[in-house]
């Protein structure tokens, strides 16, 4: 197996002055390689690696360098730098071996030190975690793993990490670093209760006075129990002779989910495309997203004559089969196709793309999807892409 004669050199202490110096200034008089190195701080302390090739020859006197700076601190003049340090053989990976680096993302608003033991526990006995890194972003605490693991495992591994985000609330994906390009795709969002709090057609039966009848179609709709294009007409027809006027009402009410204008505003600035494909209504959507300058917005219309409901829809509804052909159109330029929804009538476009995500999703979705979120923030979707 081929190997490289290597030193790993660790320093940490208290942040003060710049630690980062004093090590390449005692690493700089040698004729070394720098292999990999990072730094990381915690609060007021820092903790800082480099790895090196080296020729074995310079180990006593490089040793003898880096224990002086551990003494500088001790002496008085400067700030305490711990040092450690480990000079050998280092085993090179075998040339051609069938191993690739993925990316394991998770995600949720506080992680607990049995949680993160149960994500090493799936990921150790598949590949080698390289690195690992957790942090504090978005109001998240977001934890990436880098793995080297066998290409032949990685379906396994993926399906072990959709388990564990089901039983755990942990959002979970896993990014295949040499075939997954970041920026420049397609995100293609369900509206209500997705991209939005509300669910629109309740909104206005609630307004109606028939919202119990409304909301209860609806519930079974999502779950799959119902036809979604005869639950539309069914409770579309409920608001006959409603006055137009009625969707100003119903607009006022309506709240983007959090993280919602983050999200597109950070897509777009990646070259990302970002539509909306909703089972709701362009007469009450439009006007409420429009500020967003989304790059598509495709629903269903009412029938108005006279300024009132007739109780019918225009055209044809967009449901399963509509959602997963305009994800299909709007993705064709696109690096990748992602789908996020909550609902059955989601089903088809989160399967057909190329990373599906249940949102506080119903069961029947999460079985589905690639990707479980579990929290009401649509900034999660951007780090579990990769961004």
């Known amino acids: ?4 004669f290597t030193g ?38 820092f903790i800082y690696t480099v790895l090196v090739e080296m020729s074995p020859d310079h180990v006593e006197v490089l040793s003898e360098d880096l224990d002086a700076i551990a003494q500088e601190g001790s002496a008085g ?38 949680q993160l033991l149960a994500i090493h526990q799936k990921i150790a006995p598949a590949g080698q975690i390289s690195a690992f890194l957790t942090s504090l972003i978005d109001g998240f605490t977001v934890a990436r793993y880098t793995v080297r693991i066998e290409s032949q495992k990685i379906s396994g591994l993926r399906e072990s990490l959709k388990e564990l985000s089901a039983t755990s609330r942990i ?31 309740d909104e206005l039966a609630k307004i109606a006075g028939v919202g119990e009848q409304v909301c209860a179609i609806t519930e079974r709709a999502m779950a799959g129990e119902l036809d979604f294009s005869q639950s539309l007409r069914e409770r579309v027809g409920l608001l006959k002779g409603q006055p137009a006027t009625i969707f100003d009402r119903v607009r006022s009410t309506l709240t983007l989910t959090q993280g919602a204008e983050d999200l597109v505003h950070q897509a777009h600035a990646r070259g990302a495309k970002v539509g909306i494909v909703s089972g709701g209504f362009h007469d009450v959507i439009d006007s409420f997203l429009e500020p967003l300058k989304l790059d598509l917005v495709v629903a269903n219309r009412f029938e108005i004559v006279d300024g009132v409901l007739t109780g019918n829809v225009l055209g ?20 990748r196709s992602i789908a996020i929804g909550d609902g059955a009538n989601d089903q088809g476009m989160l399967e057909a793309a190329d990373i599906g995500i249940a949102f506080c999703a119903k069961p029947a979705l999460n079985e589905v999807a690639d990707l479980q979120i579990h929290h009401r923030d649509l900034r999660a979707v951007l780090h579990l892409i990769g961004y």
């Open 8 to 45: 790993l050199i660790l320093a940490s202490g208290v942040t003060s002055g710049d630690p980062i110096e004093r090590v390449l200034a005692a690493l700089a008089p040698f004729s070394l390689t720098v292999l990999s190195s990072e730094i990381l701080y915690i609060r007021d302390r």
């Open 171 to 201: 959002s979970l994906s896993l990014i295949q670093s040499a075939s997954e390009i970041v920026g420049a795709e397609t995100l293609l969002f369900d509206m209500d209760s997705t991209f939005i709090n509300e669910e629109v057609i």
């Open 1 to 4: 197996m081929p190997t490289k």
């Open 316 to 335: 044809e509804i967009v449901d399963r089969d509509v959602k997963t052909r305009t994800l299909q159109e709007f993705s064709k330029t696109s690096t």
């Open 77 to 114: 003049g400067k700030s305490q730098i711990d040092i450690a340090y480990d000079f050998g053989a280092f085993s090179l990976p075998i040339p051609g071996s069938e191993q690739e680096e993925v990316r394991v993302v998770a995600l949720a608003h506080t992680l607990t030190p049995s």
